[in-house]
Nanobody, 126 residues
Framework: QVQLVESGGGLVQAGGSLRLSCAASGRTFSSYGLGWFRQAPGKEREFVGGISRNGDNMYYEDSVKGRFTISRDNAKSTVDLQMNSLKPEDTAIYYC???????????????????WGQGTQVTVST
């Protein structure tokens, strides 16, 4: 069982930056692949980016490539999402998620993830 708690959301102007953090409980954090998803009002939840168990494989949704960076610290059981050059269309609730992974792959599918945080709101103003 893994419990995930996100933090770091808030209101930022377009072009600004935010860093989201997700802290996990449990002693087997390094066994989990991690992902960030987001859901905007009236839209389905979508994949933002993911990172493999040992952090050597990352994958990003096209619209955030070059702007967002995922990193993890297995010693601290945390995963961060650094978001730069934010746009109003990045406004959403952001969720971190964990999946028990047997390989170093990254999944873009929400159904593949077993545990979810409660979400943190990110609002980007014009």
């Amino acid at each position: 069982q893994v419990q995930l708690v996100e933090s770091g959301g808030g209101l930022v102007q377009a072009g600004g930056s935010l860093r989201l953090s997700c802290a996990a409980s449990g002693r087997t954090f390094s066994s989990y692949g991690l992902g960030w998803f987001r859901q905007a009002p009236g839209k389905e939840r979508e994949f933002v980016g993911g990172i493999s168990r040992n952090g050597d494989n990352m994958y990003y949704e096209d619209s955030v490539k070059g702007r967002f960076t995922i990193s993890r610290d297995n010693a601290k059981s945390t995963v961060d999402l650094q978001m730069n050059s934010l746009k109003p269309e990045d406004t959403a609730i952001y969720y971190c998620a964990a999946r028990l992974a047997r390989s170093g792959s990254v999944s873009i599918y929400s159904e593949a993830y077993d545990f979810w945080g409660q979400g943190t709101q990110v609002t980007v103003s014009t």
